[in-house]
C-alpha cells in the first residue's frame, strides 16, 4: 500500500515538474518575443514593422504549398497589375515581379523536394523557347540602333520573364484537381475586378478619382486617372478598374469571359451554374462600359467560334446579347462608338490608320528581323503600334511574326483534339481547355486592333497570354494521360499520379 502511494507520489510530482518546465518555456518563449518585437519597433517604427511581419507571415503561407504561389501571381495580374513594392531598393520591385520570381522558386523546390528534376516543356513550349531566343537576338540587334536604358532593360526582362511563366505554371498545375481550383480562383479574382470596374464607374467621379489616386503609394498614376472616348471629357466615360488603361482592362475581361463561358455548360448543381452566370454578367458589363471595341469584337469571335464548334445553345445567348447592345436605351452611345470605328470616323480609329502606315514603312525597311526593342534606327520612323502583329514584326521581324504565329497555332493543334478526349472521360478537363482555347482566341481577334499582349509596357498582359496557355496545355496533358491511369492496375492513388508528371 505504501508502495502505491509511493509511486502515485512520484507520478504526481512528475507531472508538477513536466507542468512547471512548459510553463516556464512559455514564459520565456512570451518575454522573448516582446524583446524581438520592441526591438523591431523601435528599430524599424510600428508601421514598416508590421508589413514586414506581414510579409512573412505570407511568405510561410506561401511556402506550405506550391500552388498558393501561383494564385498569389494570378490575382496581382488580375486586380493589381502595375502595383509596386512601396520600397526603393535602387530599383522599385513590382508586385508581378515578386509574385512571378515566388512562384518560380517554390515550385522548383517542390519538384526538387518530390525528385521531379526534369522541366515540363510540352511542343508548345519548345516553340515557345526558339521565340524567346530570337527575342534576345532581335534585343542584341536593336542595341547598334539604339542604346538600351535601364527602363529598357527592365522592361524587356520583365517580358521575358512573363513569357517563361508559361513554364512555371505547366510545371506547377499536374493534377485535374489543382486546374480546376485554379480556374475557380480566376473566376473569383475576375468577378471581383470587373465588380469593382462596375463600381468605381458608378461611383461620382470625385469620388473614384480620389479612390484610384491613393493606389498611388503603390506606384500607380495619381492624376489624369479617370479616361474617356478620345480623351475628352465631354465624351462617355470608360471603365478602367485598377489596369490605367479601359483597352487593357477590356483585354482582360475578355480572357475572364472566354475562360468563364465553358463553364456553364458543366453538368453539376444549379448553384454553381448560377454562380458563373453572375461573374459572367459582371464581366460583360464592365467590358461593355470599357468601350473597347477590339475586345469585344475579340470576344465575340471567340465565343462564335466556340457556338459553332461544340456548344450550339451559346449561338442563341450570342444573338440575345447582341440584340439588347442595339435594342437597349443605355447602350447607344456603345452602339454609336462602335460604328464610328467600324466607318473609321472617329479620332481613335484614324490615328490608328496612321500608325499603321508609320509600321508598314519601318517593317519595308527592316522586313527580317526588325529593330530589336530599344528604338528605330531612322528619325522618320518609330516603335509602336496599336496592333499585336504589326509590333512583333516591327521589333522581330516577319521571322519573329512567323514564328509567334506558329507557337500560338500549335498550342490549338495541341489541345484541341485531347480537349475531345477529355469530353468522354472528364467534362471539368474539357471545361477548362476549351476556356483557355477561347480566351486565347479572344486575344489573337482583339490584337489585331491592339497591342498590350506584346507590348513592353504591359508584362502583364503578356504573362496573362502565357498563364492561359500554360493551363490549357496543363489541362490536356492531364486529359492525354486519363486512359492510361485509368487501365494501370494503381490508378486512383496519389502516388501513381504523382509519378506521371506531365510529360516532356
Keep these: 500500500m505504501q508502495g502505491y502511494h509511493g509511486a502515485v507520489s512520484t507520478v504526481v510530482g512528475e507531472r508538477a515538474i513536466g507542468g512547471g518546465q512548459r510553463l516556464v518555456t512559455v514564459i520565456c ?56 513594392l512601396p520600397v526603393d531598393l535602387g530599383v522599385v520591385p513590382t508586385f508581378l515581379e515578386v509574385a512571378l520570381v515566388a512562384t518560380l522558386v517554390v515550385g522548383a523546390l517542390s519538384r526538387l523536394r518530390a525528385g521531379r528534376y526534369l ?25 547598334g540602333y539604339a542604346r538600351p536604358t535601364v527602363t529598357s532593360l527592365r522592361r524587356f526582362a520583365d517580358m521575358l520573364l512573363s513569357l517563361f511563366s508559361f ?27 470587373a465588380f469593382l470596374g462596375v463600381a468605381l464607374y458608378f461611383m461620382p467621379q470625385s469620388l473614384s478619382e480620389r479612390l484610384l489616386a491613393s493606389l498611388g503609394r503603390l506606384g500607380y498614376p495619381t492624376s489624369g486617372i479617370l479616361r474617356y472616348i478620345e480623351d475628352d471629357p465631354n465624351q462617355p466615360l470608360r471603365a478602367i478598374g ?13 480572357f475572364m469571359g472566354g475562360i468563364a463561358v465553358p463553364q456553364l455548360f458543366l453538368p453539376g448543381s444549379p448553384r454553381r451554374r448560377l454562380l458563373v452566370l453572375a461573374v459572367l454578367a459582371v464581366v460583360a458589363l464592365a467590358l461593355l462600359l470599357t468601350f473597347s471595341r477590339s475586345s469585344m469584337v475579340g470576344l465575340a469571335a471567340a465565343l462564335l467560334i466556340l457556338g459553332l464548334m461544340r456548344y450550339r445553345k451559346l449561338l442563341w445567348l450570342l444573338l440575345a446579347g447582341a440584340l439588347l447592345i442595339v435594342i437597349l436605351p443605355p447602350t447607344q452611345a456603345y ?21 499603321y ?3 508598314l514603312t519601318l517593317i519595308s525597311r527592316y522586313p527580317w528581323f526588325g529593330v530589336g526593342f530599344t528604338g528605330a534606327p531612322d528619325v522618320d520612323i518609330y516603335i509602336g503600334v496599336s496592333s499585336l502583329y504589326l509590333l512583333i514584326t516591327e521589333e522581330m521581324g516577319l521571322v519573329g511574326l512567323a514564328l509567334f504565329l506558329v507557337t500560338a497555332a500549335s498550342f490549338f493543334i495541341y489541345t484541341w483534339p485531347r480537349a475531345r478526349l477529355a469530353r468522354r472521360m ?7 481547355i476549351l476556356g483557355c482555347e477561347t480566351a486565347v482566341m479572344a486575344g489573337l481577334v482583339a490584337g489585331v486592333l491592339d497591342h498590350y499582349l506584346f507590348n513592353l509596357a504591359f508584362p502583364h498582359a503578356s504573362a496573362l497570354l502565357w498563364v492561359t496557355i500554360a493551363i490549357g496545355v496543363a489541362a490536356a496533358r492531364a486529359a492525354e494521360r486519363g486512359p492510361a491511369l485509368q487501365a494501370s492496375p494503381h490508378a486512383g492513388t496519389s502516388s501513381h499520379f504523382d509519378a506521371q508528371g506531365l510529360g516532356t
Design 29 to 84: 518563449l512570451c518575454l522573448a518575443l516582446a524583446a524581438f518585437v520592441g526591438l523591431g519597433v523601435a528599430l524599424l517604427g510600428p508601421l514598416v514593422f508590421l508589413a514586414c511581419a506581414i510579409a512573412l507571415a505570407v511568405a510561410l503561407a506561401l511556402l506550405s504549398s506550391s500552388i498558393y504561389p501561383l494564385w498569389c501571381m494570378l490575382a496581382v495580374i488580375i486586380l493589381l497589375p502595375f502595383a509596386t
Design 119 to 143: 522541366l515540363e516543356v510540352s511542343p508548345v513550349g519548345w516553340f515557345l523557347l526558339a521565340l524567346m531566343g530570337l527575342m534576345l537576338g532581335s534585343f542584341v540587334l536593336g542595341m
Design 167 to 193: 513554364y512555371i505554371v505547366l510545371n506547377l498545375l499536374s493534377e485535374p484537381g489543382d486546374l480546376q481550383r485554379t480556374v475557380r480562383f480566376i473566376l473569383c479574382c475576375a468577378g471581383a475586378a
Design 242 to 254: 485598377t489596369s490605367v488603361d479601359p483597352n487593357v482592362f477590356g483585354g482582360m475581361l475578355a
Design 335 to 355: 452602339v454609336l462608338h462602335f460604328i464610328e470605328g467600324v466607318q473609321g470616323q472617329d479620332l481613335a480609329t484614324q490615328m490608328r490608320f496612321g500608325e
Design 357 to 359: 502606315k508609320d509600321a
Design 426 to 432: 472528364t467534362p471539368e478537363l474539357e471545361a477548362v
